[in-house]
């Protein structure tokens, strides 16, 4: 078998991932935040999660049973990342105990169908950020796209319940590829944006969101996550 078969056969194999939905949501001065699955949310669906809280004292974020967590950064606004691909209720994210730094919170949940059964879930690049001044953000991809069906997402939130947060202008490199797709609603200030990847696709671009500012705290996460 020809390497170019090799490859087609991989691509047969792995899934092709869609859009679907997502909710948003802003929590008032709280220990823990509650957020409502997306319309329609099947078990075997992919869902992506971010929470922010506005907080100081850097807590060790915990989400409800059946959502893996990706990571976390601790400053003000401290933002953690999951993945689900079981839940179809509400989760319920534990954070900091409310007091007097107010500990509002942002909440993003996205979801994703697939054409077959995902048999892996693997984040390839969670890249965590906390500023207090304006600045971009760049995120590089995996070298391994031939072997995945990549999806790259990025999660933005200034202090909660306080300003919206959003790059000025999203680079790409190679400059043909798509510009990322954006979720916002009126329901919280946070933002998210992400871009689906061809099965096998081996050109995963470099994305580079410039000049978040919001005169305050600002916390960003970029992911790379494959599927097969």
């Known amino acids: 078998m ?4 090799m490859l087609f056969a991989v691509k047969v194999f792995l899934p092709v991932l869609t859009f679907e939905s997502a909710v948003e949501q802003e929590v008032g001065p709280s ?12 078990s075997g669906d ?46 319920t994210i ?10 509002d919170w942002n909440l993003i949940r ?37 072997n995945y069906t990549y999806l790259h997402v990025f ?3 200034g202090r909660p319940r306080n300003n919206l947060s959003e790059p000025a202008s999203i680079s790409r490199q ?6 990322p797709n954006k979720v916002i609603n009126s329901d919280s200030d946070a933002v998210a944006y992400y871009e689906i990847y061809s099965p096998g696709e081996t050109t995963l671009g470099t994305y ?14 970029g992911l790379w996550i494959g599927f097969t």
Not at 2 to 5: H, L, V
Request: aromatic share 8%; proline share 5%.
């Open 31 to 42: 220990t823990n935040a509650t957020i409502g699955a997306p319309t329609g949310t099947v």
């Open 46 to 91: 992919f869902q992506l999660l971010f929470a922010w809280q506005d907080t100081t004292q850097e807590p060790t974020f915990t989400a409800s049973s059946g959502w893996t967590k990706i990571g976390q950064q601790d400053l003000r606004p401290a933002l953690g990342a999951w993945y689900s691909t079981t839940d179809t209720g509400s989760v």
């Open 110 to 146: 996205m979801r994703f169908s697939s054409d077959k059964p995902i048999n892996t879930v693997t984040v390839s690049v969670s890249d965590f950020e906390r500023r207090v001044n304006s600045y971009s953000h760049q995120i590089t991809p995996p070298t391994d796209g031939a």
């Open 208 to 221: 580079t969101y410039n000049n978040i500012n919001d005169s305050g705290q600002m916390s960003s996460v």
């Open 94 to 103: 534990s954070g900091a105990t409310a007091g007097s730094s107010g500990e």
């Open 174 to 179: 190679p400059g043909n590829i798509d510009e």
């Open 155 to 157: 999660g933005l939130s």
């Open 2 to 5: 020809s390497i170019q078969q």
